[in-house]
């Protein structure tokens, strides 16, 4: 008997090797994105081709848990497949109404011990998510994530767009990492050795006929957010965030009840950058984490310190731009660092009720910082408590503030991540929306917090101000933002500089080296929900009608986003779509006009408006007609821009 139970053993044990040995396939509906899921040398492995091209070789799959290893010695017992489609309404990102359609493969692994770890893969037509499930293991109902050995290897043909994850505790007041770093564009594979890797998204072009957008989502207070290691051994891993992030303090890892789930792996393909653009990969497997408290009101913004900077922290000053946001007919002021110190809070109460008889609403700036960094600006130690947070809150909803943004924030450790959602929620309990800034990327926030309405995470307006080196290559990271970073998250960016030296005099020093064009193409291709332009009061008078004009009439939500054209670091135009109005914009970062010929199908056989510039960088607006096939041929000079709507 025991000879005969000891056969059956040994017989399932080889079928199980067998099995484990023949791949699990799952493709999209369209059948052109392929999956397949297998265990090598006792390593469970994906890979991926599109049209029957290799996007991704061979790519390890894993985890490493202090109640495990998931990552070696693994056997694939049971896949399953499945589908998802959804339908869903979020009015905060590129569109506003959006069908989701998925077929799905869910891989049960065991490793040496007996444990259980799935991994679940949602294949769309373009778009690939996953993420690991862990249950229950017997009397185990919490374990901790020490690292994930997620990987992603590229064929040898690939380049890569990457921004480089910045040293920890350094920078201004030891605030870093706050993804705000420049990018290598069109690199190969093995120049990207940057020692903490590289943010999230990351773009990369495999030899002249695919392109491919990584990044992740459904990060929240219950797991850490990670990035892309450097490149070694022929891989990029997922990495978990550098212990000296968070001034030392908290874990790398992921504290996780059981049953519970990492956050989304999410890999975006197209043999063209349309997919790339247009993707809502981020939103699409994500809901809702709590009911919006009240409808949210989203719009244009002024703020003074952007270009007037500190010594505009006063009350005089606070008029002017809540007059310069009443010209504009804009929504919003922004109210920066310092207004605790040098307005005061019963005099705030007074520029709150001032400006809600201009019809414009306040934000409020504040530090998240408690012991994080060395950020000084005040008002500090009011949103790092809930005991602080709750009573500010209190006071901001009683005197009619609307939003708040908060600054500094100390990585992406899970310690932070719970952080951003105790703010999140309680805002909300206030009826306050949140603008994140020195801050790390979203990821999928805008439709799992309803108030959530924007952060930086980029390197934005504020260093146009710092840096010539900024200023110089502004038309470029322009033309990677719309592929890179606000594909897959909105982006306050606090652009729109319209003075020709960006300081408060406007006569000398810190020269704009962009045409007018330019900027206002750039309210139209930088995505958020709440947008705070850097107009200055001077401009209402020194920049052309027409421009202001424009500016009066931007929208800052849209229904619809298509990708015209455009290649990473040259060039990028888009068109979006606001209730029936189209805008179509571009810009050019290369030293040359670029001449583009493109279908405007949107205004054929009409008489739209054309923003451009001549070849002295003079911005104008003249009327276009577009042929009744919309076939149209545009130009952008060099570090200019154009605008076409009707």
């Known amino acids: 008997m025991k000879v005969l139970i000891l056969n059956l053993i040994l017989c399932l044990s080889h079928a199980l090797q067998t099995f484990s040995q023949n791949p699990a396939v799952v493709t999209g509906p369209d059948g052109n994105l392929k999956v397949s899921i297998a265990v090598k040398s006792g390593v469970p492995v994906y890979s991926v081709t599109y049209n029957q091209r290799i996007i991704l070789e061979?790519?390890?799959?894993?985890?490493?848990?202090?109640?495990?290893?998931?990552?070696?010695?693994?056997?694939?017992?049971?896949?399953?497949?499945?589908?998802?489609?959804?339908?869903?309404?979020?009015?905060?990102?590129?569109?506003?109404?959006?069908?989701?359609?998925?077929?799905?493969?869910?891989?049960?692994?065991?490793?040496?011990?007996?444990?259980?770890?799935?991994?679940?893969?949602?294949?769309?037509?373009?778009?690939?998510?996953?993420?690991?499930?862990?249950?229950?293991?017997?009397?185990?109902?919490?374990?901790?994530?020490?690292?994930?050995?997620?990987?992603?290897?590229?064929?040898?043909?690939?380049?890569?767009?990457?921004?480089?994850?910045?040293?920890?505790?350094?920078?201004?007041?030891?605030?870093?990492?706050?993804?705000?770093?420049?990018?290598?564009?069109?690199?190969?594979?093995?120049?990207?050795?940057?020692?903490?890797?590289?943010?999230?998204?990351?773009?990369?072009?495999?030899?002249?006929?695919?392109?491919?957008?990584?990044?992740?989502?459904?990060?929240?207070?219950?797991?850490?957010?990670?990035?892309?290691?450097?490149?070694?051994?022929?891989?990029?891993?997922?990495?978990?965030?550098?212990?000296?992030?968070?001034?030392?303090?908290?874990?790398?890892?992921?504290?996780?009840?059981?049953?519970?789930?990492?956050?989304?792996?999410?890999?975006?393909?197209g043999e063209s950058l349309k997919p790339i653009v247009e993707t809502t990969i981020p939103f699409d497997v994500v809901?809702?984490?709590?009911?919006?408290?009240?409808?949210?009101?989203?719009?244009?913004?002024?703020?003074?310190?952007?270009?007037?900077?500190?010594?505009?922290?006063?009350?005089?000053?606070?008029?002017?731009?809540?007059?310069?946001?009443?010209?504009?007919?804009?929504?919003?002021?922004?109210?920066?660092?310092?207004?605790?110190?040098?307005?005061?809070?019963?005099?705030?109460?007074?520029?709150?009720?001032?400006?809600?008889?201009?019809?414009?609403?306040?934000?409020?700036?504040?530090?998240?910082?408690?012991?994080?960094?060395?950020?000084?600006?005040?008002?500090?130690?009011?949103?790092?408590?809930?005991?602080?947070?709750?009573?500010?809150?209190?006071?901001?909803?009683?005197?009619?503030?609307k939003g708040l943004k908060v600054d500094f924030f100390g990585g992406d450790k899970q310690e932070t991540l719970r952080l951003y959602e105790d703010i999140f929620s309680d805002a909300n309990d206030y009826g306050l929306m949140v603008i994140c800034h020195?801050?790390?990327?979203?990821?999928?926030?805008?439709?799992?917090?309803?108030?959530?309405?924007?952060?930086?995470?980029?390197?934005?307006?504020?260093?146009?101000?710092?840096?010539?080196?900024?200023?110089?290559?502004?038309?470029?990271?322009?033309?990677?933002?719309?592929?890179?970073r606000n594909t897959v998250a909105s982006m306050e960016f606090g652009g729109v500089l319209l003075n020709d030296f960006l300081n408060k005099g406007n006569k000398i020093g810190q020269e704009r080296l962009t045409t007018d064009a330019f900027q206002l193409a750039t309210s139209v291709l930088f995505q958020n929900p709440v947008q705070m332009f850097a107009l200055t009061p001077n401009n209402l008078t020194d920049v052309p009608a027409f421009e202001i004009d424009f500016m009066r009439n931007i929208p800052t939500t849209w229904d619809e986003t298509i990708f015209v054209d455009g290649y990473p670091g040259r060039y990028c135009v888009l068109a979006r779509r606001h209730k029936e109005k189209w805008y179509v914009a571009g810009v050019n970062a290369t030293k040359s006009p670029i001449q583009i010929k493109t279908n405007l199908s949107m205004f054929a056989g009409k008489e739209v408006l054309l923003y451009n510039d001549n070849k002295s960088r003079e911005t104008f607006m003249a009327s276009l007609s577009v042929p009744n096939d919309g076939a149209t041929s545009i130009t952008i000079q060099p570090n200019g821009g154009v605008v076409i709507t009707k």
């Open 58 to 269: 061979d790519s390890p799959l894993g985890l490493i848990t202090n109640e495990g290893d998931f990552s070696k010695n693994m056997t694939l017992i049971e896949s399953t497949v499945g589908r998802v489609s959804k339908a869903y309404v979020q009015d905060k990102i590129k569109r506003s109404y959006v069908k989701y359609s998925a077929n799905t493969l869910k891989c049960q692994f065991n490793n040496e011990q007996g444990k259980q770890v799935s991994v679940l893969f949602q294949v769309s037509a373009n778009d690939i998510a996953f993420r690991y499930e862990l249950p229950v293991w017997k009397d185990r109902m919490a374990c901790v994530i020490e690292a994930e050995t997620t990987g992603y290897k590229f064929p040898s043909a690939t380049t890569s767009f990457l921004s480089p994850m910045m040293i920890p505790m350094s920078g201004f007041a030891r605030t870093t990492p706050s993804y705000e770093s420049g990018y290598e564009t069109d690199a190969p594979l093995d120049k990207a050795t940057s020692s903490d890797g590289y943010v999230f998204p990351g773009l990369f072009r495999i030899g002249n006929n695919s392109w491919v957008l990584l990044s992740e989502t459904g990060v929240r207070s219950t797991y850490c957010a990670s990035h892309l290691s450097k490149y070694k051994d022929g891989l990029f891993h997922v990495d978990f965030p550098n212990a000296k992030q968070n001034n030392g303090f908290g874990s790398i890892g992921a504290q996780l009840a059981l049953p519970g789930v990492t956050p989304w792996r999410t890999i975006t393909v």
């Open 287 to 401: 809901d809702p984490l709590y009911e919006s408290s009240q409808s949210y009101k989203y719009g244009r913004g002024t703020w003074s310190w952007i270009v007037w900077q500190d010594e505009s922290m006063n009350f005089d000053d606070q008029v002017k731009y809540i007059d310069l946001a009443a010209a504009m007919n804009y929504e919003y002021i922004l109210i920066d660092a310092w207004w605790d110190a040098r307005v005061g809070y019963d005099k705030m109460e007074q520029l709150v009720r001032y400006a809600a008889s201009k019809n414009v609403d306040v934000f409020l700036w504040y530090n998240s910082n408690g012991g994080v960094n060395d950020a000084f600006m005040t008002p500090l130690n009011k949103m790092n408590t809930s005991i602080a947070r709750k009573k500010e809150m209190k006071w901001l909803h009683e005197i009619g503030v």
């Open 438 to 484: 020195g801050a790390t990327l979203p990821r999928g926030w805008e439709r799992m917090y309803p108030n959530f309405v924007g952060s930086e995470a980029v390197l934005a307006s504020e260093m146009l101000i710092f840096s010539q080196d900024v200023r110089e290559k502004e038309a470029l990271y322009a033309t990677l933002h719309p592929f890179i």
